[in-house]
């Protein structure tokens, strides 16, 4: 696969956990959070990873990238994020300091964050607060910010869900992220434009994070498993499978970049 269209690959997922050690068995929350007997899902439109189902407590999230194919889930008490592939059965681990130094991300302006910001509403939903705010981040750029605040959840949560969505620190779990009037999207070859746009941080009146459906159902702990018996790879194994590599390069092999990529690595030598 050539350079550029394996870098189409990593935007699906731009970090490459770290192995810090081997599962045995299942990886579950120890027990119930406390306070609660209960669990959110939420379905979200995230701009240039897709599809994803955000399953979560006060202290533990589980995010399912149903376009990509990959999940993630962390709990605590130690917070260890575990990363894999169903499909392929494979799996990698990471803490969150490796994590966040992938993106970069900084946890510690998460509580001056909402610092300027105008508070527009509540909005009270199947037993959640959700806030919304507003804030200028430049000339014609407004940003909307919708965050579930009640029930509070562990700073460690929120701060997974934000590194992961490429957004600025914040408490809560993120249920809108919306900016309007931004500067005109400038899109690259080849790159399709909503993708791009986040890439670059430009937007146009776009929803970067949307939630389409909102579930209150009795906590499982299973939905904080991670299956056991998989194997340990890569980052790249796990944000990419077998499959989707194949028909990439069968693409790149069909419009005869394939060759091109061999005689070109030939030349280097």
Request: net charge positive.
């Amino acid at each position: 696969m050539i350079k550029g269209a394996r870098n189409v690959w990593k935007i699906a997922l731009a970090f490459a956990l770290t192995s810090s050690g081997v599962v045995t068995g299942v990886i579950r929350v120890g027990a119930s959070p406390k306070s609660t007997d209960f669990e959110y899902l939420f379905v979200q439109k995230q701009a240039f990873s897709g599809l994803h189902k955000i399953y979560w407590t006060p202290t533990a999230i589980k995010i399912v990238c149903e376009t990509q194919g990959y999940s993630l889930v962390m709990h605590g008490p130690d917070y260890k994020i575990y990363a894999y592939r169903t499909d392929d059965k494979v799996y990698r681990t990471s803490t969150l300091a490796e994590f966040f130094r992938r993106y970069p991300y900084d946890p510690r302006k998460a509580d001056s964050a909402k610092v300027g910001a105008l508070k527009l509403e509540t909005i009270k939903k199947d037993g959640l607060e959700i806030v919304r705010y507003r804030k200028e981040e430049g000339p014609g750029n407004m940003l909307d910010l919708y965050v579930a605040e009640s029930p509070a959840v562990a700073p460690q949560v929120s701060d997974l869900l934000c590194a992961y969505y490429r957004m600025g620190p914040t408490r809560g779990v993120v249920y809108r992220n919306h900016r309007e009037n931004a500067p005109h999207l400038r899109t690259r070859p080849g790159v399709e434009s909503w993708q791009n746009s986040v890439i670059s941080g430009e937007t146009s009146n776009k929803d970067l994070v949307l939630t389409t459906e909102v579930k209150r159902v009795k906590f499982n702990p299973t939905d904080f498993e991670c299956p056991k018996g998989f194997k340990v790879v890569g980052g790249e194994d796990i944000y990419t499978s077998r499959a989707q590599k194949k028909q990439a390069e069968s693409v790149l092999d069909d419009l005869n970049l394939g060759g091109k990529m061999g005689s070109d690595e030939k030349a280097k030598h």
